[in-house]
């Protein structure tokens, strides 16, 4: 018997964990266990006298169990049903809006809409200190821009002055 042969003979028998395990799981009514554990555990059965003992002692316990009264609890669902639902979850732009108009209070907090339509302003201020945009303050050749502009006020640019 190869490898492949035990490991399917292993798994065709059942041993008395894996059906109290079972037991445990399905209860004792054999017809509600999956099919294959229900041949297995048939065939436990058959040879095994405490397998047999522990079926009677699940049938046992699940006979005193039903026979207990369940108990009662009046009102209980309008109880559930009345509880407040818990707080929704904003996302960040919910969040941004409720902060920027909110319900209750907009005469005194008006400066927020205010605030935030001046961030652009700022954001132009902060780039503008931070970035050139293409024009090199760094460049030795003209000291001032009022110089360069000075420059080209005094230069001829009539087309008689190009003309050879």
């Known amino acids: 018997m190869n490898n492949d042969e035990s490991h399917t003979a292993s798994h065709n028998t059942m041993n008395k964990q894996e059906f109290t395990t079972a037991l445990d799981t399905y209860g004792s009514d054999l017809g509600s266990w999956p099919s294959v554990l229900a041949a297995q555990a048939n065939a436990l059965l058959v040879t095994d006298s405490e397998a047999r003992q522990l079926l009677a002692q699940q049938e046992s316990v699940e006979q005193l169990l039903e026979q207990m009264p369940q108990p009662v609890f009046p009102g209980l669902q309008n109880r ?55 024009v090199d303050v760094a460049d030795q050749g003209f000291q001032a ?20």
Do not use: H
């Not at 110089?147 to 050879?164: F, I, K, Q, R, Y």
């Open 80 to 134: 559930v049903l009345q509880q407040p639902l818990p707080a929704k979850s904003q996302s960040w732009a919910e969040q941004l809006v409720d902060w920027l108009i909110p319900e209750q209070g907009f005469s005194m907090q008006w400066w927020r809409p205010l605030s935030a339509a001046c961030l652009p302003m700022l954001v132009g201020i902060v780039m503008s200190n931070y970035f050139t945009f293409g």
């Open 145 to 164: 821009w009022d110089d360069e502009l000075v420059m080209l006020s005094l230069t001829d640019t009539s087309e008689a002055a190009t003309l050879p």
